[in-house]
């Protein structure tokens, strides 16, 4: 199902299904004009995904010859159906460092890496393989599309009579971008900002401080008039100032929580101290969480210690 969000420009909300997930479903967003259209993030290539995903060009009569795709990172749940084999989209539109950065992600070194450094901090290795599959292969048909688009923080993207601004929002992954219509003070946050959940900040192999990027990246976006905020999953509840600073209190709080841990636990390795932080878990025991959501967690708390040990507020023994 399609609905109308916005006008002038005409933004369109096709609520993308996940199944088996969570979140339930992934925001693709379609601003649409006479001269050109833009999709906004696209889904997994699932049957369920991809039958909203045409059921929806098809209702708002788009054509894909005169349509770009932005993708605001490379995760599969937003940008699968990007690269289906014979798309005819005219661009899809990513920033340089994410292309970049997924490039290296297909790569047997970058999971080598990943799992060394699990290991390194604690992480049952035997347990990663029940969530976790390397992403070889998945993505190198759209990473080496004649069509693709690199963009830089500032790039320019007009869609009809509007010219939208590429800002770059590194944090949840190394290249997220957000795309911002100065016009009209309306932003696509993508995963950036999201008003339900807080984002995903975990450790990536190659990347000294993720969390200290996505705080930089939130504190530039306090500087910023954003009156309409679309995010990449659920609705926009409150103004998106108000979700910024939120955000950062929440993570400036669990810096201190994670900061306590380490002087009580001095001996603990990473794994173990995510066992010990408040995870919002609906009363789930650490010990019953699923092999995927302690991982997420530890993922986290890795990416919170390396912030903390960059600001030079904790030491690695």
Known sequence: MV???????????IEMPLQGNPLKSVNAYIVKSREKSLIVDTGLNTPESLHAFKEGIHDLSIDPKRTDIFLTHCHPDHAELAYTPGNTFSTVAISRQEYLFSLRKTSESYFFQLMKRSKDEGFPIQEISQFYRPKAGRKKDFLKAGNLRLLDGHSKMRIGSYEWTCISTPGHTPGHMCLYLPERQLMMTGDHVLFAISPVIGFMPGIRDPLGNYLQSLYNLKKMV??????GHGNSGMPATERINQLIKHHQKRLNEIERLTFEWPHANSYELAGKV????????????S???RWMAFTETVAHLDHLVCGHRIQRQ
Do not use: M
């Open 3 to 13: 609905r109308k969000v916005f006008s002038h420009p005409d933004v369109y909300l």
């Open 226 to 231: 954003i009156q309409f905020a679309f995010p």
């Open 278 to 289: 408040n995870w919002s878990t609906g009363g789930v025991a650490w010990e019953q969480l």
């Open 291 to 293: 092999p995927g959501q």
